[in-house]
């Protein structure tokens, strides 16, 4: 049976964990829409949810990121907070995979999505099978 849940309310994100028991979590943070365009709104949301992924002991964590965050300017406001986020999730222990959609640079370029596992290794190329997820929009 689906569980509602305000996604941007930590306390409702652990209510669905403990609800539906799950064990995965996929976490995706909306910079424009859910964060209202506010980089320091779609971090605190980011964070929410990766802490109660670890106060629920989940198993893994995909996070949608943005492929090569790092590489852009200060200019690029709306990806400020998928690389901190990033850093966020390395460090908080939770077993953790990075999701990375694909960008259009201005060249033309565009980044492939890939799947990496939460390591500190090069993370382009690997990806895990998981089932029986918990989707989390923030």
């Known amino acids: ?3 509602v849940c305000n996604y941007t309310v930590r306390a409702d994100l652990d209510r669905a964990l403990v609800q539906t028991g799950a064990r995965k979590m996929f976490v995706i943070t ?3 829409g859910a964060a209202k365009k506010s980089a320091a709104l779609e971090l605190a949301q980011g964070q929410a949810a990766i802490d109660a ?3 629920a002991g989940v198993d893994h964590l995909v996070f949608m990121s943005v492929a090569d ?3 852009f300017d200060q200019h690029v406001v709306h990806l400020h907070a998928k690389a901190a986020l990033e850093s966020y999730l390395r460090a908080s222990g939770v077993p953790f995979s990075l999701r990375f959609a694909p960008v259009v640079e201005p060249r033309g370029r565009c980044s492939a999505p890939v799947v990496a596992v939460g390591d ?3 993370p ?3 990806e895990k099978a ?3 997820w918990l ?3 923030a």
């Open 1 to 3: 049976k689906p569980v």
């Open 30 to 32: 909306d910079f424009f």
């Open 53 to 55: 992924a670890k106060a």
């Open 69 to 71: 965050v790092e590489m």
């Open 120 to 122: 500190d290794s090069h």
């Open 124 to 126: 382009r190329g690997n």
């Open 130 to 132: 998981t089932s029986r």
């Open 135 to 137: 989707f989390s929009w």
